[in-house]
């Protein structure tokens, strides 16, 4: 009799869970559909972006796309057609589903197009690397270039007469006295560094092997970034952006440096704030 009971429990759980389950299925799990046409993997130095258009706000589209590939849109009074040419700039006016709306004034046209007929992904992913990066612009110095003089005018010396010189008395020697050596300036305490300095401390630094973490060639951006008051201490810091690979593919990283009395006293993650060995 018990083993009936409990197999009859357990029947009507059974039952109860079968028809509930269209009902608690949906509640539980997140069913998407992607649109193949929204979703691509896009790839820019080195890193792997998945973009899905579907989850692009509208405030972070370009105001312009570059056509990538020959394609066509109706005139604005739809007798005919305007031919879309590789390398066509267009305003983008909206999106709609998985397309885009697009205005070429000068050809008075206007209509959709796909988007992967334009280089709408790619000025996404590098808005979002940039962002990564922390802004950093590779920077690049080079000496002014300097002017090169005007010849001077050729003149003909005039010819003058020839005198023979008088000689001169012989000076008296002078007592020789020893020069008393000056005193090596002290550095100067809490020294401000310009941009370039920054820049350049922080390269010659990642290349004398300060950080084992990266090394020069993996850098990709240069920025100084103000100064900042750590533990109390106040120092200037400069960015270097780098690349690595981390979980999610290879991402730019941002290193700061810490720099005190014109030397970089140590190389933090810019995000964590940890030390970088």
Excluded: C, H
């Amino acid at each position: 009799m018990k083993y009936a009971q409990f197999a009859a429990v357990v029947f009507v759980l059974y039952f109860l869970g079968y028809l509930l389950s269209g009902t608690i299925t949906p509640a539980l799990v997140d069913v998407r559909e992607e649109n193949n046409g929204m979703v691509v993997i896009v790839k820019y130095k080195g890193a792997s972006y998945t973009i899905n258009l579907d989850e692009v706000r509208d405030n972070d589209l370009p105001e312009t796309v570059t056509i990538e590939n020959p394609t066509e849109i109706p005139t604005s009074g739809g007798e005919g057609q305007v031919r879309l040419k590789k390398g066509d700039v267009v305003t983008l006016l909206n999106r709609k589903n998985d397309s885009l709306i697009v205005e070429k004034a000068d050809s008075n046209g206007k209509g959709k197009i796909s988007p992967k007929d334009t280089d709408l992904f790619q000025q996404l992913v590098k808005k979002i690397y940039e962002r990564e990066a922390g802004d950093a612009v590779a920077t690049t110095t080079s000496p002014a270039p300097v002017p090169t003089p005007a010849p001077a005018p050729t003149t003909t010396p005039t010819p003058v007469a020839k005198i023979d010189p008088v000689p001169a008395p012989a000076p008296e020697p002078m007592p020789v006295v020893e020069p008393t050596p000056a005193p090596a300036p002290a550095p100067a305490a809490d020294a401000k560094l310009g941009d370039d300095e920054i820049i350049a401390l922080m390269k010659e630094s990642i290349a004398g092997g300060a950080v084992k973490e990266f090394t020069s060639d993996q850098v990709k951006g240069w920025k100084t970034n103000g100064e900042e008051t750590i533990d109390g201490t106040e120092y200037q810091t400069g960015l270097a952006a780098y690349e690595a690979a981390t979980i999610f593919g290879v991402r730019p990283v941002q290193a700061k440096a810490l720099i005190k009395d014109g030397k970089i006293v140590r190389w933090v993650y810019a995000k964590s704030g940890m030390e970088i060995q």
